[in-house]
């Protein structure tokens, strides 16, 4: 295979092709369900209707003509590529970041790929004795995921195609309120998208995890919660009150001094999370929230807003 031709057809570099390519090897990868099951698992995944409807119209039929002999390469090697991490919990992206503007073949290639690895991380989360309730609410995710990349008008992708590559991998867990995320010593904390995080929620989901992780993965010990995010820069106490939901999650941390994070603008998460738009200018943005009012305000001051990352005991 040319690798450099693909990358053409695809559009990305070809040392994103090189890289599927080596990581992938000639590895096998799952087959996707059935397409007649499909519509019932999108739903189980909480996919809205809207986009079941475009990953149905897009589906890589044998004799689909929206399907390119390179897009049908690289899902299929996406699926490898992630299927051969079973188990791991770095991020990892599943492959290039796509011009999704082409169509729905192109714009859903890697929800193709989660849905074939979804009978991948089932069976994982079986062997591990994980009850099926768990599963499927944490792999949902890719439902809300969606739904926000379409509030976003197709913005959000590029991250949420490497951070769904966690739960096909088993190494995310909804538990409650939080997802909760192994590896090392630490399982580390993500929030999201759903609604307010009470400290009632959120300690009950860390009461869920300490139960969680010793009797699903016996072999891995866990010292701390740790979490790195926007939410705990401590800037935000300037601006939020302190029985705040925010306020109050920082006050169980102990913060690790702060450091520039590499490739990762704090500015940009916080659009992101706070507005679900990273290209709508200072001045057009919503200012209908405390925290909105914040962020603008923090901005236009010149002010920059910091990732900072914490921990404390389990
Ligand atoms: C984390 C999250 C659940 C906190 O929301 P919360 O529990 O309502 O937080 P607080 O009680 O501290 O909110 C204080 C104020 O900020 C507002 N606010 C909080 N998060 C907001 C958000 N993401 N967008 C807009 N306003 C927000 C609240 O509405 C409230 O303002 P109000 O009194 O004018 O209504 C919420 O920010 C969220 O869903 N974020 C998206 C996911 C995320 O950021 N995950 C972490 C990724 S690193």
């Known amino acids: 295979m040319d690798l450099e031709d693909t990358a053409a057809r695809l559009g990305v570099p070809v040392s994103e092709v090189e890289r599927v390519q080596r990581l992938a090897g000639d590895r096998p990868s799952a087959p996707l369900p059935a397409k007649a099951g499909a519509p019932?698992?999108?739903?189980?995944l909480a996919v809205s209707p809207d986009d079941a409807a475009e990953v149905m119209e897009g589906w890589p039929d044998a004799d689909s003509p929206l399907w390119t002999p390179e897009l049908r390469w690289l899902l299929d090697r996406s699926i490898a590529l992630v299927q051969a991490d079973l188990g791991g919990h770095q991020w990892l992206s599943p492959g290039p970041e796509l011009p999704r503007e082409r169509g729905p073949a192109w714009r859903h290639l890697y929800v193709y790929a989660y849905l074939a690895l979804t009978g991948v991380?089932?069976?994982?989360?079986r062997e591990h004795d994980i009850a099926d309730a768990v599963s499927w609410t944490t792999l949902a995710d890719i439902g809300r995921n969606l739904a926000v990349d379409r509030r976003m008008q197709r913005e959000g992708w590029p991250v949420m195609q490497s951070w769904l590559t966690l739960h096909a991998r088993g190494a995310v867990y909804e538990l409650g309120r939080l997802q909760h995320h192994r590896g090392g010593t630490a399982i580390s904390l993500h929030i999201p998208d759903s609604g307010p995080m009470t400290p009632e929620a959120v300690t009950a989901s860390l009461d869920?995890?300490?139960?969680?992780?010793?009797r699903h993965f016996p072999g891995e010990h866990y010292t701390a919660f740790s979490c790195g995010s926007w939410l705990l820069d401590p800037q935000l106490q300037e601006y939020l009150p302190a029985d705040s939901n925010i306020i109050r999650f920082q006050q169980r941390f102990e913060l690790e001094p702060y450091e520039e994070p590499e490739g990762l603008d704090a500015d940009v998460e916080v659009r992101r999370f706070v507005f679900r738009t990273l290209s709508t200018p200072l001045d057009r943005l919503p200012r209908d929230t405390l925290l909105r009012r914040a962020v603008v305000d923090h901005l236009r001051a010149g002010r920059h807003w910091h990732w900072r990352s914490g921990q404390f005991p389990i």
């Open 121 to 125: 991380v089932t069976r994982y989360h």
């Open 208 to 214: 869920e995890a300490r139960a969680f992780f010793p």
């Open 40 to 44: 019932a698992i999108l739903e189980r």
